[in-house]
């Protein structure tokens, strides 16, 4: 919502001034946070568990797929990134391939990119076509007695080169991943806030009959103040609960935080920053085409809202 926002500043100042405590203390700035964000997302998505960075954010949402789902296997997308944390690094194939590389649980599906990836736009059925791609990693770890616990994948992946997925790709993906135990996770870190313009979450782009099981936010969360949120259904709540070791964390979901997190929803309805994301992104599609037009290096200019890719080309 812009730098030094004075909607910002003065909510964090406010609350700065009353109280900031471990969250181990109760306090309404949490609750009435959970119920502002609950307000965005579908029904089914109705637990909430607060943090402090969106790597953490990931780092949970692991950990509950595991504890519901009682697999370990992770199938990511190529070129992805999910964090800096050892477990994050582990499934994503942009770090882990200079690194260690990859683990025997980890599984790598290609990027649904149809304007350079394995199925393009001329194909007769491309969103089939990279939703098999996953559906036989599947097959291939079950031969080898390996069982799947999450698909996790940016709603719209960006490391890998803003990519915009066909729609229809996730609800295909997720009957997969669903028929062989495991959960999707929706990685909203980067892209959602109302980035995209005319969804307030890039997962809503696929359909309004796609729900991912856990979605997982931070970076534009609290406008640069440290704060991140993992979403889950009550089931895997539920079963996360049920080990009898809760999940606990000093400072995430603390009053500043939380007051911090209402200002930003605040400023995103006040200000129709959707819209403006729209308004603009559109301006700058339209010139990035008139550019393309000009230039044979630029090959494919794509995007939604203000998530905008230039792909060029030799």
Known sequence: VGHCHPDIVNAAHEQNQLLNTNSRYLHDNMVDYAERLSKTLPEKLCIFYFLNSGSEANDLALRLARQYTKHEDVIVLDHAYHGHLTSLIDISPYKFRNLEGQKEWVHVAPVPDTYRGLYREDHEDSVTAYADEVKNIIDHAHKRGRKIAAFFVESLPSVGGQIIPPAGY????????????????????????????????????????????????????????????????????????????????????????????????????KENLQAHATEVGNFLMKLLKELQIKHPIIGDVRGCGLFIGVDLVK
């Open 170 to 269: 996730f609800q295909k993906v997720a009957e997969h991943v669903h028929n062989a135990g495991g959960v999707f996770i929706a990685d909203e870190i980067q892209v959602g806030f109302g980035r995209v313009g005319k969804h307030f979450w890039a997962f809503q782009l696929q359909g309004e009959d796609f729900i991912p099981d856990i979605v997982t936010m931070g970076k534009p969360i609290g406008n640069g103040h440290p704060l991140a949120c993992v979403a889950a259904t009550k089931e895997i709540a539920e079963a996360f609960a049920a080990t009898g070791i809760e999940y606990f964390n000093t400072f995430g979901g603390n009053p500043v935080s939380c007051a911090i997190g209402l200002a930003v929803l605040d400023v995103i309805e």
